[in-house]
């Protein structure tokens, strides 16, 4: 999951948890978006979590060091 994904995820359990007041027969919508923040929070942090692992933009910082 990428960090878009999980910010996508993380914004839509929020709404559905503190902003939808309608009820359905059925399915708890407040549930659900408590479970779709959860997975977006811990989405995130995997994803920043490992993105330093990924090795993807980071510069090396190897110089070449020529001596005479």
């Given at each position: 999951?990428?960090?878009?994904?999980?910010?996508?995820?993380?914004?839509?359990?929020?709404?559905?948890?503190?902003?939808?007041?309608?009820?359905?027969?059925?399915?708890?919508?407040?549930?659900?978006?408590?479970?779709?923040?959860?997975?977006?929070?811990?989405?995130?942090?995997?994803?920043?979590?490992?993105?330093?692992?990924?090795?993807?933009?980071?510069?090396?910082?190897?110089?070449?060091v020529?001596?005479?």
């Open positions: 999951m990428g960090i878009s994904i999980s910010i996508l995820f993380i914004a839509a359990g929020a709404i559905l948890r503190w902003a939808v007041t309608a009820s359905t027969s059925g399915v708890n919508l407040q549930t659900v978006g408590m479970i779709l923040f959860i997975v977006g929070i811990v989405g995130l942090a995997l994803s920043l979590a490992f993105w330093s692992s990924w090795g993807g933009f980071r510069r090396s910082n190897s110089t070449t020529v001596e005479r």
